[in-house]
């Protein structure tokens, strides 16, 4: 048909994902490899395991997603000449691992002789929230919080971004994940402390609200996550028990309590009456109905992705691949990874 078929590529960080979308927008494939359980006893992830795992995964992902649409449009396995083209995420990210989803679209378009499409991965991030309110319109302010970033952004238009500020120091998912570290609970740490802390007292603990009253748009996480590790050493010295769901409930409503009141001054402060969230701490479900609860009283509205659209995923990058490829900018083959690409 005339509709373009674009196959969408993510591997900025430690998930191989591929997705297929057509031209209406319809999302016919989604494949996602994690490598989780390869960086879990790191405690973090192992950016020579994670390029190495996605050229393990790379070829695999493929087939799978090529399949999937092939089934979903009632034909066999699409072939790469069936697609218009082929959208990789160019940054940010780990660059050993940016680099193997960009090589292999790269092999792949050359070959096919279809297009390829750079996509900025905060981007995918932004528009996973047209998965869940299909008509959301710019302007609106976003909050991007994953493993690597933590940014308050004023969205003009699509492709339109200004950074209000970000983290000056650990992202807020790192932030969970360093925590649950030192906790020993493994990694990734959102996922495990978010469950903890639904059992636990968010008013247990008083730990540090950094730069809530800086009035700006700043963020800082490297002292609270201090803040973590010194109570739990006193404990430990003094033989205490600690009492892990009040402290994951205390250390969370920490990192939410600065979250929202940004937000909201945000909002106020452009005027707007629109906000979605992106990225992997987007999928906490305190704070999820923090923002619903604490905007929705002024009027404002809150999107946030499914749950399944929060973390890495490339039904997101194709999104943005898609509108790429109708507006008919496409890459030059010669292009290369962006590790430090902002928004
Ligand atoms: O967006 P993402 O998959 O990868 C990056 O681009 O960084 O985000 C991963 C981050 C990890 O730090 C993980 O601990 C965090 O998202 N995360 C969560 C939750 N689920 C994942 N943080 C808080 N609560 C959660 N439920
Ligand atoms: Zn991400």
């Not at 006893?41 to 795992?53: D, H, L, M, N």
């Not at 695999?60 to 449009?73: D, K, S, T």
């Not at 996550?225 to 600690?242: F, L, M, S």
Request: glycine share 10%.
């Amino acid at each position: 048909g005339a509709q373009p078929i674009v196959l969408a590529v993510e591997s900025s960080c430690d998930e191989t994902a591929m997705a297929v979308i057509a031209g209406d927008g319809r999302i016919l494939a989604n494949v996602v490899a994690t490598q989780i359980d390869f960086h879990a006893r790191f405690g973090g992830v192992v950016p020579e395991i994670a390029s190495r795992k996605h050229t393990e995964a790379v070829v695999g992902v493929f087939e799978e997603a090529m399949a999937q649409a092939g089934e979903a449009l009632g034909t066999a396995p699409l072939q790469a000449t069936d697609l218009a083209a082929v959208g990789v995420t160019q940054g940010p990210g780990l660059v050993g691992a940016l680099v193997v989803g960009v090589a292999f679209s790269k092999g792949l378009a050359a070959m096919a002789g279809i297009g390829l499409v750079g996509v900025n991965h905060l981007e995918g991030h932004l528009y996973a929230n047209l998965f869940e309110t299909p008509d959301l319109e710019p302007p609106f302010v976003a909050s991007l919080v994953s493993g690597g970033h933590t940014m308050l952004v004023h969205v003009r238009d699509w492709g339109d971004y200004e950074v209000l500020g970000q983290t000056i120091d650990d992202a807020v998912g790192e932030a969970f994940d360093k925590v649950a570290k030192a906790l020993g609970l493994g990694y990734p740490g959102g996922p495990v402390i978010s469950k903890l802390a639904a059992e636990g007292d968010p008013r247990a603990i008083a730990f540090p609200r950094a730069l809530l009253h800086s009035h700006d748009y700043r963020f800082s996480l490297s002292g609270l996550k201090t803040a973590v590790i010194t109570y739990i050493e006193a404990e430990n010295r003094a033989g205490r028990p600690i009492d892990m769901p009040d402290l994951a409930a205390s250390f969370q409503a920490a990192v939410i309590d600065v979250q929202v009141s940004k937000a909201l001054t945000a909002v106020e402060a452009c005027s707007l009456d629109d906000f979605c969230v992106g990225g992997g701490v987007a999928a906490n479900p305190a704070l999820r109905s923090a923002y619903a609860e604490k905007l929705g009283e002024r009027g404002v509205r809150v999107t946030v992705p499914p749950l399944s659209a929060c973390t890495d995923n490339a039904a997101m990058i194709a999104l943005v691949a898609l509108r790429d490829v109708q507006a008919g900018r496409l890459a030059e083959l010669s292009m290369d990874a962006e590790p430090n690409w902002s928004l």
